[in-house]
């Protein structure tokens, strides 16, 4: 049995309960992560390959233990090449160094604006050029999103690039069946909007949106960072994200009190929910995708490079963002978008991933396994929490979760404060607890800081 370590934030199989997945970051501040992680999984895992995920986290200490108990390192990313992520590239690459086994990259992309321009990653190159490195020395090409990728590091000198676009469009594997607009899109029609905080503070989304709202009374706005979700499940405004009110997770925005806004915590549940819509449109090319995997047309508005670059490479329906009115309206999408292009295309493109697998000693559930059917008889019988939907602070069921969870923090931190303390105590290194103040008080104001507005106000009005 070959075993294959996966960079993703967690396996498909886990099934974390809402408040323990916004704690951990299981998704690793995006939820759009876990769609092509899932693929990835569900492409790798054959009856002679086990896969298993690390997690998201990068330990340079575990590469001896990596190197013992794995045969490959997989790591699929998105935007990875842009200078937020720089510090998080240099320890992957840190990792990789010191490992001996292959290491295989299946997409990843250089993220800049819609007109290519690699000035704005120039400082980072030195980081970009020690990562290819590092993976063409473990592997024997390494896989791009698309174009403006593939030139940038041509451009650089690499030779053994490919581009392959994104595991996550291949997890239905060969066949892509998008349904056809059979009327136009009306007051009845179910719509999803999706779109991140930069698209809201930097184009025009937030009027967009404003206006999509005002015409389709059963639209949809789905989230997918981290801060969205904790807008929804906790009504957490702490995050910078906070201070852009024009997007529908934010409480004062008026889908939050309609209750027409959801994150998902599982890809699953996203693309089951996303099979009932008529159409989906945003600026987030995963929240695209899940629905072009369930079926529903979709078209992305390109805001970067990132999101423009896997659109013309898999033919998705699009429009530049920048150039879309304010008072855009999803019929014209809809009624303009040809999915044929992706279809009759997605053949082709699916054989070269798998040629690209091939070459890099990976083998893949559509060759080599079931298709896929073991991986999705099992996913079907296991029970994902629904999609996060606003909170308005009332309301016992919910109360009762979001206590019971909190109660279960505090006697863990009480428990590690206690655990702590016997260790300095031992050490003669116990700082002095104030007058009248226990170790167990100590933990519980901890605690009583990480709590959430709406609990604090619900507590006291309970008394």
């Known amino acids: 049995m070959k075993r294959i370590l996966l960079r993703s934030g ?61 045969d490959a390192f997989v790591i699929p990313l998105a935007n990875a090449f842009r200078p937020s992520f720089e510090p998080q590239l240099k320890r992957l690459t840190q990792l990789i160094s010191k490992l001996k086994i292959p290491v295989v990259v299946p997409g990843v992309g250089a993220q800049t ?33 698309g174009e403006f990728t593939e030139s940038y590091l041509r451009d650089m000198g690499f030779r053994d690039v490919e581009v392959i676009g994104c595991p996550s469009m291949f997890m239905g594997g060969r066949e892509l069946v998008i349904r056809e607009n059979t009327r136009p899109l009306g007051p009845d029609s179910r719509i999803a909007i999706n779109g991140s905080h930069d698209a809201v503070r930097k184009h025009k989304l937030g009027r967009i949106i404003h206006h999509a709202h005002a015409r389709y009374p059963h639209l949809r706005f789905i989230g997918q960072n981290l801060s969205d979700a904790r807008q929804l499940h906790w009504r957490d405004l702490s995050h910078e994200n906070a201070a852009i009110s024009d997007i529908p997770t934010h409480p004062d925005h008026p889908m939050f009190g309609e209750d027409k806004v959801r994150v998902y915590i599982d890809p699953k549940t996203w693309i089951d929910d996303l099979r009932g819509f008529d159409f989906s449109f945003g600026s987030r090319i995963h929240g695209n995708i899940a629905a072009l995997l369930a079926g529903t047309p979709a078209t992305v508005l390109c805001g970067d490079s990132r999101t423009l670059e896997l659109c013309r490479y898999f033919d998705i329906p699009h429009r530049m963002l920048a150039k879309a009115p304010e008072d855009l309206d999803p ?28 070459k890099n000693g990976l083998e ?13 008889s099992r996913m079907s019988e296991l029970a994902f929490p629904a999609g996060i939907r606003p909170w308005n602070g009332s309301g016992i069921p919910e109360m009762s979760t979001r206590l019971n969870w909190l109660q279960s923090q505090l006697a863990d931190l009480s428990d590690q404060n206690v655990q702590l303390e016997r ?14 103040e226990s170790p167990s008080r ?21 008394r």
């Not at 014209?332 to 697998?357: I, K, Q, T, V």
């Open 331 to 358: 019929a014209d999408l809809y009624a303009e978008a040809d999915f044929g292009p992706l279809m009759r295309g997605h053949h082709e493109r699916f054989d070269r991933f798998m040629n690209f697998l091939d």
């Open 364 to 376: 893949n559930t559509f060759v080599h396994g079931d298709g896929g059917a073991a991986f999705e």
């Open 442 to 462: 100590r933990s519980y104001q901890r605690a009583r800081r990480v709590i959430p507005g709406p609990i604090k106000r619900a507590l006291r009005n309970a």
């Open 113 to 145: 604006g819609t007109n290519y321009s690699a000035n704005r990653l120039r400082a980072m190159e030195p980081s970009v050029r020690a990562f290819v490195s590092a993976v063409l020395d473990r592997s024997a090409t390494i896989g791009v999103r």
């Open 423 to 436: 260790r300095l105590a031992k050490g003669n290194r116990l700082p002095a607890a104030r007058d009248g």
């Open 10 to 70: 967690k396996s498909p199989y886990a099934v974390v309960p809402v408040e323990r997945a916004l704690h951990e970051d299981v998704f690793a501040t995006n939820s759009g992560n876990l769609i092509f992680s899932d693929a990835a999984h569900k492409i790798l895992e054959t009856p002679r390959t086990e896969v298993v995920s690390n997690g998201i986290r990068t330990t340079v200490a575990a590469a001896d233990r990596i190197n013992e108990e794995y």
